[in-house]
């Protein structure tokens, strides 16, 4: 499996961005792995922002981000979002996609910046 992400930058507090996941070698279509959007920063462990299960759909938020983050996908493009809203300078991080079925996969990561 490899995952493409893209559509970090930098913005100021309040503003938005939506990050892209692109599932570019599956075996299987996207909606049959459980799909995550993690994040990172230097000297801390990466924590989970949203996933989206296969079985039912089922999304998950971390607290920090409801009401200001959506996950979703598109199966037809293979492709998973997570729209960001109101954004704060505390979700500056390294934005990564995961999906996992059997196996784990991760993409390469793109930075989000959230700084006046």
């Known amino acids: 499996v490899q995952l493409v992400e893209s559509g970090g930058g930098t913005v100021q507090p309040g503003g938005s961005l939506r990050l892209s996941c692109l599932a570019a070698?599956?075996?299987?279509?996207?909606?049959?792995?459980?799909m995550s959007w993690y994040r990172q920063v230097p000297g801390k462990e990466r924590e989970l922002v949203a996933r989206?299960?296969?079985?039912?759909?089922?999304?998950t938020y971390a607290d920090s981000v409801k009401d200001r983050f959506t996950m979703s996908r598109d199966v037809g493009k293979q492709t998973v979002y997570l729209q960001m809203n109101n954004l704060k300078s505390e979700d500056t991080a390294v934005y990564f996609c995961?999906?996992?079925?059997?196996?784990?996969?991760w993409g390469q990561g793109t930075q989000v910046t959230v700084s006046s």
């Open positions: 989206l299960n296969s079985t039912g759909g089922v999304l």
């Open positions: 070698v599956v075996t299987w279509p996207c909606n049959m792995y459980d």
């Open positions: 995961n999906a996992q079925r059997i196996l784990s996969y």
